[in-house]
């Protein structure tokens, strides 16, 4: 008998990813610190909720990372050569 087993596998990082992860994974969530200021300890969930995102850019890459940067990359650049106005979000 043999029984599958799904787990999560949480790995952590500061500063630049680690060039011995082989292979890189496909699907990830990342946190870039976007302050110099400390981060305060929130006293509840819904404050977390609140005041995070002031500290953090979040994002998720459910895909093959090179293909995800390469349209960033292209916004980008399409961002760069309009009018400020019609900047586009991702």
Do not use: W
Not at 11 to 32: L, M, N, Q, R, W
Not at 43 to 61: C, K, R, T
Not at 62 to 88: C, D, K, N, W, Y
Request: hydrophobic residues 45%; charged residues 20%; contains cysteine.
């Amino acid at each position: 008998m043999t029984q599958k087993v799904k787990r999560t596998i949480l790995k952590a990082c500061v500063g630049d990813f680690p060039a011995d992860v082989d292979p890189v994974p496909e699907h990830f969530v990342y946190f870039i610190r976007i302050t110099d200021n400390m981060v305060p300890m929130p006293n509840s969930a819904a404050e977390a909720d609140d005041e995070m995102p002031a500290y953090f850019d979040i994002g998720v890459v459910t895909g093959h990372s090179l293909e995800m940067l390469e349209q960033l990359l292209t916004q980008v650049h399409l961002s760069r050569s309009m009018p400020a106005a019609h900047f586009i979000t991702l």
